[in-house]
């Protein structure tokens, strides 16, 4: 008796938990079957792209040998109740351990959440080396030359991270170490070059050590409305403009902010974050439809704004949209990767805003802007040595050629690369196309460039420039 009432047991148990495991891919199946052609979500509420539904068969009709890896990414974003045991999982280890359960989100002092990535720079970690940071410099003054040539003022601004205007929240554990981080170098390399720059860190990090107003949410990564509003003075101020007294506008203080943090911790749960409003005029229109603030492109129109801009920018220029949208006659708001500065060219503004977050500075060095390749002439190089390591790789996009790859990594502390084709010369940037090339890292030895196509064919005879001397790191056919 004793023995069918184990097994009974048993067995109950176990369909039991059987049960429970299959009610995620049964609200998941569910949801599929009543809504299957739906448009699946962009983001989840833990900031990030969700994974695509995989396909038995690729675009070009073969099997897809990665449909059971995409399958398993796309279950594990999409099953139900996903956020209701998120947000469970990540309550219990925050009280019970004080910790985070999502490996992006720190629990720091007083309730402030802190993003993962951002922990070298805070903590005096540099990851790009002299060369690197050369190599970022120089791409910036190719971009500057170019929009000056198109007419415009260019204007570089790296986005603080939170921890580095308020490291004082970090988990005690996290100790500084001494040395310098990535934007401490490119801030002391940018100060000798002559580019312009707005150097929000430090203005923000007085304006904190005041402690007269909090400048970031506590539950998100980026600025609150106080800190917009200090970042557009000071861009205002770089560009020598009046800011038209934004900031002495009504000021009234809310509690509804989304906390990007905090939904990556506990989706189901709302936390709403205080956040500053100014009563700023919003009389400026869009331009064609927009969805969101988040939209890649956003056009805008005021009629008593002054001049034009251009603005590259990612999620930190979202809270200046307004203000800006509002000093300018026309905007132009773009989020790229590579960005689009050939727009300039059908579509001339008298500003242009480069403004790029700092936990992200490496993309200077990993994505070329989409512009010609500027012309030049250098003098006769160097052959290179023998069996040195080349790379070349070319695409068609658009009116140009994109040409890029690899040199040899001994000159990877050059100071330019130069790509000759058909007896033309063009400065290429200092841009590994770690995406393109399939690197698992960024390379210090990458070149980039965009050449008209009419003009790019044949060979191209890539050319370093070290200190004083100009040497021929390799030679390859465009073939696209």
Not at 61 to 74: I, R, V
Not at 91 to 113: A, M, N
Not at 199 to 225: C, F, I, M, P
Not at 380 to 407: K, M
Request: proline fraction near 4%; charge should be negative.
């Amino acid at each position: 008796m004793k023995d069918k009432l184990k097994n009974a047991f048993r067995i109950i148990y176990s369909a039991a938990v059987c049960c429970v495991l299959a009610v995620p891919s049964a609200v998941l199946i569910r949801s599929e079957l009543q809504n299957p052609d739906a448009d699946p979500e962009e983001v989840t509420a833990e900031n990030r792209a969700l994974a695509d539904k995989p396909q038995f068969r690729t675009e070009d009709g073969a099997l897809n040998q990665d449909f059971t890896m995409q399958y398993e990414s796309w279950f594990s974003d999409r099953f139900g109740l996903r956020t209701q045991l998120v947000t469970a999982y990540g309550k219990l280890t925050s009280k019970l351990f004080g910790v985070s359960s999502e490996k992006d989100v720190i629990i720091g002092r007083d309730g402030w959440l802190y993003f993962t990535p951002t922990i070298p720079d805070a903590t005096g970690v540099r990851s790009l080396s002299d060369a690197e940071i050369r190599h970022c410099v120089r791409n910036l003054q190719l971009m500057r030359d170019y929009a000056a040539q198109n007419g415009a003022e260019f204007v570089f601004a790296a986005a603080p991270n939170k921890a580095s205007i308020y490291p004082e929240n970090l988990p005690a554990r996290y100790l500084h170490t001494g040395g310098e981080n990535n934007l401490d170098a490119l801030s002391d390399a940018l100060r000798q070059s002559d580019l312009t720059v707005c150097d929000w860190r430090t203005v923000l990090r007085d304006a904190a050590a005041s402690g007269e107003r909090q400048l970031y949410h506590k539950l998100d990564t980026h600025w609150n409305g106080d800190g917009a509003m200090l970042g557009y003075q000071t861009l205002m101020q770089t560009l020598s403009l009046d800011d038209r007294g934004y900031a002495d506008a009504e000021r009234t203080e809310t509690c509804d902010w989304e906390g990007d943090l905090w939904g990556m911790l506990s989706p189901a749960e709302q936390n709403p974050d205080r956040n500053a409003v100014y009563a700023v005029p919003q009389t400026y229109r869009t331009i064609g439809r927009m969805r969101s603030i988040d939209d890649l492109s956003i056009k805008t129109a005021c009629d008593t704004g002054e001049g034009s801009l251009l603005m590259f920018r990612d999620s930190f220029g979202r809270a200046l949209i307004p203000l800006l949208a509002e000093r300018f006659a026309s905007c132009s708001f773009q989020r790229a990767n590579a960005v689009p500065l050939d727009m300039l060219e059908t579509a001339p503004a008298d500003y242009v805003v480069y403004e790029l977050v700092e936990r992200n500075l490496q993309r200077l060095l990993t994505y070329a802007p989409q512009m010609p390749a500027p012309a030049a002439e250098i003098p006769a190089a160097e052959p290179t040595a023998d069996g040195a390591e080349f790379r070349l790789e070319s695409e068609a996009f658009g009116t140009y050629i994109h040409v890029y790859g690899l040199f040899d990594s001994a000159y990877e502390n050059a100071d330019a690369v130069y790509l000759t084709v058909n007896g033309r010369t063009y400065e290429a940037f200092l841009a590994c196309e770690q995406d393109a090339l399939e690197l698992e890292q960024h390379q210090a030895n990458g070149f980039s460039a965009y050449l008209p196509a009419e003009t790019a064919s044949g060979a191209v005879q890539v050319t370093v420039q070290l200190g004083g001397k100009w040497v021929q790191a390799g030679a390859a056919e465009i073939q696209y």
